[in-house]
């Protein structure tokens, strides 16, 4: 009655709008209220002058209290599956740390910032001390068959890597059937049943195990070669290389991340730069890029530098060097003609990136010390040309000559240079960390006629390290902006049937290499400089959706470790030790480490390309996962976070929870069936509702709430 004596020019006195992170606190929240203005003309005779009073008085009371719980909705607390409170936070942008603490809901980030003291969650980390960096990611690892064998990726874990790239020139898809042939040893050994042909049956067969990180791969030129010429040494015929163009265009569509070579090797080391292009122009179209080990890294990487250029300018496609180096000791010193030749390049217009890892030894096969034609035609056919005498003499020839190819045996000044590292045959294994000098030696042999016979005997089955490197080349290389990391080495394990033989010390130690020598002790790199480049960096090269930073609705890949105790440990005389100072490691908001130590919680999955052709079904090429999901609002279409859902079953029973986020979106995982059950929406300062629900335990079910804020009574 006595609002009705005044002339009002606004039809609405408070208009809230509430933007507000997930997070229930006030120093990353955006509240604004709005109050229009209201214009009161008092009706007429001077009876009415008390009134007036009161309803001011009153209108004030009211503005007070609309005030007092606008600015204390932000503090409501919010329940994190995982809360890491008061890290250092390296974003991996490349910007300074700052403090903060970041909330993880599922799989995903849900804030990132200073959470209120009232904040829940089912597990807190307290990050005092630590670095909380995004999960670092392994531009060329080697597990593609390793994480079928053991799926744990101690190796890769126990460094803080969550995701790994792979597929060096041979590639696990599409499967060559030779490939049965030449590694039927390795396949028996490890009860390894290859039961697919093509990259999408592959990442279906990893999706099922359930890895620890996550795997993205390449499809080999030299695997698509293998598929269609067998280990022909000869140029593809028209329709052969229709052939070799196909199965890279369905392993694109099937999630590949690009083309790759391994140049030195058979058979890709047969192949022409015009094959290469035409193939590079299948990955380019459908958004890939070109990855190389280049042909010669060595006395001839100028050349082959070139040639990557060349490949990347007419196939119009990126081009990323693997384990960029200045190989063979007569090099040394070389690296900054290297880096020159990438800038100029880079100059002119030619995207060409590079990754590397910190350590002056490689390692391949022991068989790579062989020229590449002697490889024609698959294992047996190698080894029986190792047990000819005429074929053995001039290949000792070529080995003293260098002609024509990559000569590690001279790179490296002979079999001092080359060090034994893996083998599956028993009868061999007493020559593990030796190198080929010492094995000579024991053997009263020479040490070519001892190479041939290891080989002969192992059926080129003999993994080596080669020390062809020098450090000043690998600290310049490092502190070049487009170079991330790489371990170039599958996981590994010190037990189980991955822990059998010795490794490279890199299998266990690049990324805390990096940590503590080169930024702790060395200061070749800032640490946010390093994170960059074990993060955004390569998560830019390959378009890795919503990974690589720490944002709010990225995959909750996250590192934490100790800055001042990180460091590797494995060396070269015991490569099978887990580096120290990886606190915590969480794989798409699963915690898979703990204390440096593996938790055996599985939270990896494949990766997708950027050509995946069922992305917008299931991005990851994951089966749909069961869930309820949905949108919550106020009646006025704002987004309602920090809102409870509780989905309970026919007895009343708790079923599932969530929260909603920021824009008012929730999801509640569910893969069994629920008939008769009820999903609740409360939030203070709101009315609460319930929905009856009927969900077959598979599909999605979307439910969408608008709740009615509650009047705000005041006593008279």
Known sequence: ??????????????????????????????????????????????????SISESKKLLMKIASLLLAITFALPTFSQQYDTLIRGGKVVDGSGNPWFYGDVGIIGDRIAFIGHAAPDVKAKRTVDA???????????????????????????????????????????SVAPFAKSDLIDEKDFFEHFHLNVDWESLDQYLNRLAQQGPAINLGTYVGAGQVRKKVLGQLNRAPTANELRDMEEYVGDAMLDGAFGLSTALIYAPSNYASTDELIDLAKIASKYGGIYATHMRNEGDEETAALDEAFRIAREANIPVEIFHLKVSGKQ???????????IEDARSNGIDVTADQYPYIASATSLGALIPPRYHEGGVDAFVARLKDPKTKEQIEEELESGKNYENMWRGVGGPEGVLIVSTIVPELKQYEGRNLAAVARLQHKEPFDALCDLLIQSKDGIGAAYFSMEENDIRLAMQQPWVSVGTDYGEVAPDGLLGESKSHPRAYGSFPRILGKYVREEHVL????????????????????????LREDYFADITVFNPKTVLDVASFELPNRPSVGIEYVFVNGVLALEHEKTTVQFGGRPLRGPAYQARGISPDGLAPRGSVRGFVSDTDGWPLPRTSLVLSDASGKEVGTATSGREGRYEIPLDQLCEGCTLGASRPGFAPQKRRVNYNGSNPLWYGFALERQQVHTRQ
């Open 1 to 50: 009655m006595l609002l009705s004596s005044w002339r009002t020019f606004s039809s609405e006195v408070f208009v809230r709008r509430f933007r507000q992170n997930s997070a229930g606190n006030n120093s990353s929240t955006t509240t604004d209220l709005n109050v229009q203005t209201v214009v009161l003309s008092p009706a007429v005779g001077p009876q009415d002058e008390r």
């Open 128 to 170: 005092t001390g630590l670095i909380v960096a995004p999960g670092f990611i392994d531009m060329l690892g080697q597990s593609e068959l390793n994480l079928l064998i053991d799926k744990r990726a101690v190796s890769k874990l126990t460094q803080g890597i969550t995701t790994e790239i792979t597929g060096e020139g041979g």
């Open 526 to 549: 800032r640490l946010e400089d390093a994170i960059r480049k074990f993060t955004s960096l390569p998560a830019q090269r390959e378009r890795l959706d919503h990974r690589g930073l």
């Open 331 to 341: 090099n040394w010193g070389k690296m900054p003609q290297v880096i020159a030749k």
